[in-house]
């Protein structure tokens, strides 16, 4: 049996505890180094998706901004339409009116039944073909004036639709 004297055991309680130290604070460097490590990651990987998000947040509020001006841009075109419509109704109107007026006293100083049949005539296929030629106009102009304030809205469907499906950049 090996004999242990005090000072032997005081030396070897020493070097144990030295070492259980040495383990211990290596330990603690290498969990401080590997936090460190892992709290840059984290803190590299918090700034790059808050820039991404920022970022998408800033593309979206441009393309709603730029939605809002086709959708105005677009207002004013079809409201501008939509005049320009009841100035052709009402020029129209005001035609077939003199006209009217004009048949009406040609009607009053005819001098036989016969005149007032072929003046009633010509009137009624002079109006009904002034009906369809100004029926045709009114339907080309309202799809020319549809067109034009689709145009703008158009373009940015297909503007918001490549926005919306870009992804976050990575």
């Given at each position: 049996m090996t004999k242990f004297s005090a000072t032997s055991l005081e030396l070897v309680t020493s070097q144990a505890k030295e070492q259980y130290?040495?383990?211990?604070?290596?330990?603690?460097?290498?969990?401080?180094?590997?936090?460190?490590?892992?709290?840059?990651?984290?803190?590299?990987?918090f700034e790059k998706t808050t820039a991404q998000l920022l970022k998408g947040y800033e593309d979206l509020q441009a393309t709603s901004k730029a939605n809002v001006d086709a959708l105005l841009e677009s207002s004013a075109i079809a409201a501008k339409?939509?005049?320009d419509l009841g100035r052709e109704v009402v020029a129209y109107s005001q035609s077939v009116l003199d006209q009217s007026i004009t048949t009406g006293k040609a009607l009053l100083t005819a001098k036989s039944l016969q005149e007032v049949v072929e003046l009633q005539n010509s009137f009624l296929k002079s109006s009904f073909d002034a009906f369809v030629a100004e029926a045709t106009r009114i339907q080309e102009l309202s799809v020319k004036v549809t067109n034009d304030a689709l145009a703008p809205l158009s373009g940015r469907v297909n503007a918001t639709v490549e926005t919306l499906s870009k992804p976050l950049a990575a």
């Open positions: 130290e040495g383990l211990v604070k290596a330990g603690q460097e290498q969990s401080v180094k590997q936090f460190e490590k892992t709290s840059a990651a984290a803190k590299e990987q339409g939509a005049e």
